[in-house]
């Protein structure tokens, strides 16, 4: 899968109602916490049927088509070689869209270095995902407007980053995750400068690939391929971001 989220066409008749009926329906209710608030930029949060939802609802088709299992969640990592390529704002419209379809998501800030979800979500980020995997208690907000989608935060930089998510427990969690939710999608930092993308997408096994138009440069773009292809994750997708 080859796409540009500025002129993908989308009919929702097609891809999305097929795969909503093989979907496993499941309850999940989220630590209470006070609720995160979509940010304007993330369009398709407050304007459904702007072209650029439509855009990222035609992404989360194409991601569908994809699925592996219809009983397990399925889990992307996004990535990206640099910062500045628009991968957590897109991490964040993907997980939007997965919701909207009405099944429990969540979305991951695993940017342990320089976090953003908890930013463009306007979330504490006193604790997050650094938090819980060394104390086995994830804190989910529940967002406002949204209610199937959960937001784990990365919470404040730790000093072992990289380890951390190399850790058994960070493992359990994503297991556990695939049991309790339909749609997992993992924001991660940019794999240039750090190694932590890769980890989580050796352990996630997909990986939703991100270039920047005039942002990313080429090099990097291939390096970042090469370093993923010694890993045991699967490329489900490449996105040059035009937004």
């Not at 529940?142 to 199937?148: A, D, K, N, S």
């Not at 989580?200 to 920047?212: G, I, Y």
């Amino acid at each position: 899968m080859n796409a540009e989220i500025n002129d993908h066409s989308f009919e929702p008749s097609a891809g999305d109602s097929l795969q909503i009926r093989s979907l496993t329906v499941k309850r999940f209710i989220p630590s209470v916490v006070p609720p995160a608030k979509p940010s304007a930029r993330l369009i398709i949060a407050h304007d459904p049927f702007a072209p650029h939802s439509e855009k990222i609802r035609a992404l989360r088709t194409e991601l569908l088509l994809r699925r592996e299992s219809a009983t397990q969640a399925d889990v992307v990592a996004l990535m990206s070689p640099c910062a500045g390529d628009g991968r957590s704002q897109l991490a964040a419209e993907l997980a939007i869209a997965f919701a909207q379809l009405g099944r429990p998501t969540l979305l991951v800030d695993a940017d342990l270095r320089n976090p953003s979800q908890h930013r463009l979500f306007g979330a504490s980020n006193q604790a997050g995902l650094a938090q819980a995997i060394e104390t086995g208690n994830p804190c989910f907000h529940p967002v406002e407007g949204l209610r199937q989608l959960s937001l784990l935060t990365a919470g404040p930089t730790p000093d072992n980053p990289l380890e951390l998510l190399l850790d058994g427990r960070f493992a359990a969690m994503v297991e556990e995750w695939r049991s309790t939710f339909d749609f997992v999608v993992v924001d991660t930092a940019p794999v240039t400068h750090y190694s932590d993308a890769l980890a989580v997408a050796n352990l996630v096994k997909r990986v939703l690939a991100l270039s920047r138009a005039k942002h990313t440069p080429y090099k990097e773009s291939s390096d970042m391929l090469r370093r993923l292809s010694a890993t045991r994750s699967q490329i489900v997708g490449a996105v040059i971001n035009h937004f």
